[in-house]
């Protein structure tokens, strides 16, 4: 039995681009309403309208927060009083020499892909417990569950590792209760996060695969029954072509 999205309440952090923005039109026209977050009001506002235009019977709302910073994420995401999914998703890429990282650019990444959502998650559990059922999928990444060797990016597997602690040991927690908590691991995707890191990795790098593919997987792992956890999946290229 698989379990409906229909008027369920969904914030999915990072949804402006790639893989938040996909989860956001496919939760919507799976009948929630979702929340839209992201840090540039323009294209929190653009992505808001592609997400009504595509659901047209769902309610979609704005939340504009730069997630470098705490104080914003305590006052921003305090707004919330009703939510059922919580899809931690936003997150910066890094990679290179340990020696050469910006200590600007290693807090970034640390703020973004790991406190943020530490925090996120510390202020919405009240109201996620709240609800009937509820359910926070945190996506951390396959950089999170393995080392590869020749391709250094340190801070970002620290910033993975710890959310996959994190996300493990929340499970944890609420092990038995109402509030199901699922890790997502994938490989690369075909998106914008190495290009807005500075890179000039080609859209179709073969170790990339099509984010709708983690799509697929999020709303699967969501529409389970209650009963059931899949408690993390790992998505990576089977195929290198
Ligand atoms: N692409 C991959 O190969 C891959 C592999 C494994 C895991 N992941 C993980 O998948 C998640 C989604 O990444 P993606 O590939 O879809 O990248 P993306 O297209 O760059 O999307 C990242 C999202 O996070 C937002 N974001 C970044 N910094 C932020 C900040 N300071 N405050 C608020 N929002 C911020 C971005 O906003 P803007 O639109 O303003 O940039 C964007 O909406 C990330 O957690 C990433 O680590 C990606």
Redesign the pocket.
Known sequence: MSFSLRKQVALV????????KKIAIALAQAGADVIVH???VQ?VTQTCQEVQKLAPEVSVTELV????QPAAIETQFATIKKLDILVN?????LEGNTIDGNPEKILEVLG??LTAPVLITRLLLPVLKHAEFSQIVN?S???GVEIPSGFFHTVYSASKFGIQAFSEALAKEFDNSNVRVMGYY????E???FV?AGHTYKQHEPW?FD?QESVDAIMFMLTRSPKVVVKRMDLINHQQG
């Open positions: 952090t990072g949804a402006t681009d790639g893989l938040g992201g840090r540039d294209k927060c730069d997630l470098t998703n936003a997150g910066v890429w973004v892909n996506v990444s396959i950089a994938p490989g690369g995707m998106t914008q996060l807005k990339m984010p």
